[in-house]
């Protein structure tokens, strides 16, 4: 789905955003417009198989979009297919299903993450090393204070994403079906609904773009900080499994910190698609058509970003003795450090 | 504040944003901090007239912040001044303080603007006019259902940005003073208080920029509408004060609406210097620094966007003739129309 | 490459970006290395056919990059193959082949713009229309003149692309080796080169995502005036073989103009990971490994932008009867229009 | 003209983005269309001091922009000022010319900084340091070769700017005035001149943005070495007025490296106002008039990280023995290191 995609993406979250995955979820979209709408038509008639995504989106070409070729074939096979939506109820309901989808699988690697993180906190309540602002040692805190703060910033994204309203659409050409048929097309899906159409009141995905910009910076905040610790002339963090290069055999790369930082970077950019930008009338020309590789990029991106955040965490070694030499000289104690991690973890556990 | 301000931003919420107002909200910030360490400080130190914030900038330089000469300058009047607080401390409760009297002003142009925009649902309910889309005529729609998906829009983000958190700061240098004393601060100023600091955790930050940028994004696609709506050819809506041209004086331009549109651009721009980009351990090291121009300009532009809506909504004219001759060969009918205003009205005012 | 690849983007483009071209362009890059060092390894060993880009990318992520686990692949057959390349040096020059090679498919598609836009200006010299400001009717102007500003803007944005230099790189590990001997490898590959590595100096990748960003927005203005100028109340411009709806089948989209605009903001998006963003010291650890799918997206919806701003152009229908009465009770001449007509000709005419 | 201007920006480069600059511009760009079109206007007439910009401002919101009221304030002291320029030739020339004075203050900070860089350079030819790649120690480099590719950045980002185009503009309202008229105002201006109007063809724009960016970064990737290397732990580098903390007076801050990139921040942020985005037909609905601010905010702070960058460069202090003891366990040699100093120091050289 993107350049090196393995690298960045695991498998499960890659077919999740895949095109496969989109024809299944409109097709999925289409076979509940059908079912609430009464049309009686057999499942069979949306069977993925039947239909080929990239000739669908060729022949879209002319028509701005894959769903009025697919609402072509549809028709084909059952002649009630489709009616009443719009290209666009199916789009946007699909969307947000390959969202659901993808989110489970973010919503895993974030898991894993807060629970590395918060054994980490807890494991290190202890350990003396020194904070930094602006990169100069300032007074000692915790090692278990550092992985707590980092454990509060996954929770918190984490929180954002699941409460994110990932919702059906089901209005018609210009948004005027009447809206409780919106209401039984969620029902159906198991999905959100909103109380109007959000043909070109885009708050649904600008809301899931924020969340998964708030995953990002979270992970991309614990890559920044583990990338620094392991500076060698810091020493206090490694990645167990941290890289090589190819003409230095000898280096151990924080790769994992250094990859959840990449991933973030195109998060954020993939986003920026989502959350800016008006939707003429009652359907916009060009701001719509360019939300879907946005989209799945930027769940790709998110939950690549997690993965890397969890490889790191679960790989971290924490190398004690530095922390304390290179602490040993700063004037001031701990302080509330214990407290900290007690509310992090009291946070996460909430949570759970 | 910015090129051509008073062109933007109504005069109460460049106050709200200035420098005089970032002042006043550190040394209230000050003030409390005092209070809540049982410094015994008069209040007369913390008086704005008393300190340069020119000069505390310029001096500020050497620094990366303007809190560091200031506490020195508070340090000369009272020695116990600015302690436990660290520059992040008050600056992060400051950038807050600010943000609360700014959104207050911001929220009331929301508010005027889906006052007017409820008016307008009410009353074209059975003005008919073509639905759009890809700008191209679709079925018909009614202008009160027009309205009333601004209306969401509008009632959507005011909650959005009315249920951010504005928490205060106190961890002191690297975070790790007693969080109770952070707790103690913030109900002595009537602020949130987050469990954990938030010096380089900033989904605070984040979590006001995405705020803002739904505020531009609702009131932009009211300008955008009414922008093409009120196209000659159209000529379904204008401005009842509507500007002229320097060259042209028969012109009637939709002016309000096209400031909307200019303002939300100038928001995204502000806000992502908000909502992208990790902090470095325990501070930043040029991150932080970037949030106080890009925090005071997104607030600004999203009060002109809201206000310079709320002016293009309120002066609205609706011309229903034009309206109905557009849409005269359209076939369809207006479906549930009617029901998308009922359902956005109540909305409306179970928000209010 | 990315969702409905081919909605957006000509089947030669996704070929020139997509993996099994960075992996020839990597083995392409290797092999010259080994070439310029005097290295004599058999250009059998860097045959595509014989490595896996998936494999590479999964097992790359244990190195931020797929070329370490290539450069091992390779150094099984040839012991003294990649040095003294690190795999920036490989991946730097491989983006930089790949850029070539899109290049050439952006620039012709950009050429076809610009010849449908010539001929359109030269034809409709005398063809009056409204000129429009705010979307206001201000003075008439002519179709050959607007034509003409749009193919001075595509003109302008091939040169600023055609121009952008697309350097080789062979610097070693820290940027230290021989410079000549980047030098050599970029005569071998007939390539640019910079007198000094650019590991961390990224101006060109820069500059290779502002010339994007220019190719975008020349063709989203296209998009951006087709699409106003088509709406029905306007009726100036359609495109021939507009798409349908798939609830509406008797409408005409100009859905090459939306795909234009569609496919351009995902080119500033990706090519905002490409322009901002400092990289670390002698390589940077995040920054640089989330180059490759922005450069491969940037490069392929510019492409894609200017692929629909041709398509919508080549079959763009005047409708001039519709402009006349558009215009017919405006004030004032249409000046100096055909001066600008031949102007921009000339322009166009220079460049060829 | 900002939050805190004086922390970021120097003084003259306020003076030169202030609205002040700008009324002065107008008036200038004004003064200039009188004398090519043979108005006869006394030049008394374009003083500033009988405007005020604020009041203009305010009174131009019900015309999206200042010149509207500036042009009526004129014609009641000279009958035929302002004509036949409409108010986008003003603002664009106006903005142009803001450009243009800011510029040559943004050059002198830069040549600043490119001196402090050459003699870094040149002092440090045999200062051995280690190389960091992903910010793990590598091999070794010399400070001198470190140095010279900030130079190298420097010098590229100062020719970019210098050699950005920056037009008059006089099309008149559909910019169908004759050609030649722009050709003279350019000419009395000492501007360039575009063959053809630029009213809905922003490259001028975009390319001043493109060349903002390219200085912040070149400025922001010196901050972001020189904030790595003054770490305590790594202790290469410390500038020799880095400031303290409110709460940590012994602390030693890279305060200008900080401030350099959180200048870049800010650059990248409002340049991409300039950047992106279409002008809708013959002169845009919105995204015309979000440039000024931006436009300001985007010098500004391109001209504070260059005086931040140089600021910091000139009082670096080198430690040659820290540099020494950290590189001292690494294998391999500096290879070509001092090559690259001596073309670096050549381009440098050939530019000045």
Chains 1, 2, 3, 4 share one sequence.
Not at 38 to 48: M, N
């Amino acid at each position: 789905m993107t350049t090196f995609a393995a690298l960045y993406v695991p498998a499960p979250l890659r077919a999740a955003v895949s095109d496969d995955a989109w024809l299944a979820a409109m097709l999925e979209a289409e076979r509940a417009v059908a079912t609430v709408t009464g049309a009686e038509i057999s499942d069979d008639v949306f069977r993925p198989e039947l239909y080929d995504i990239a000739a669908l989106s060729e022949e879209g070409r002319a028509d701005t979009n894959p769903v009025v070729p697919l609402a072509r074939a549809l028709r084909e096979r059952a002649a009630n297919a489709h009616a009443p939506a719009t290209s666009q109820d199916i789009l946007d309901t699909a969307a947000m299903l390959v969202a659901r989808n993808a989110r489970t699988l973010i919503l895993a690697e974030l898991d894993g993450a807060a629970g590395a993180c918060a054994e980490l906190a807890e494991a290190h309540r202890s350990t003396v090393m020194a904070g930094r602002t602006l990169l100069q040692q300032a007074q000692p805190i915790t090692f278990g204070a550092t992985a707590a703060g980092w454990l509060v910033g996954l929770v918190r994204a984490r929180r954002r994403l699941a409460d994110t309203i990932l919702p059906a659409q089901l209005g018609g050409p210009v948004g005027t079906l009447d809206p409780e048929l919106g209401e039984r097309l969620a029902a159906e899906l198991g999905m959100d609904a909103k109380a109007t159409p959000w043909h070109a009141n885009r708050a649904p995905m600008a809301g899931l773009g924020y969340a998964l910009d708030a995953v990002g910076a979270a992970c991309a905040k614990i890559g920044l900080d583990v990338v620094l610790l392991a500076q060698n002339e810091i020493g206090e963090l490694s990645e167990r499994e941290g890289g090589g290069s190819s003409s230095m055999p000898h280096k151990r790369n924080p790769a994992a910190a250094v990859l959840a930082r990449a991933c973030a970077r195109l998060v954020y950019a993939n986003a920026s698609v989502l959350t800016a930008g008006e939707h003429e009338l009652q359907r916009a020309a060009g701001t719509w058509q360019a939300e879907w590789p946005a989209l799945s990029a930027a769940l790709a991106f998110a939950g690549g970003a997690a993965a890397a955040a969890r490889r790191s965490l679960e790989g971290l070694q924490v190398h004690a003795d530095r922390m304390a030499a290179n602490a040993a000289e700063l004037d001031g104690d701990i302080g509330a450090a214990d407290a900290l991690v007690e509310r992090a973890l009291a946070y996460y556990r909430a949570q759970a």
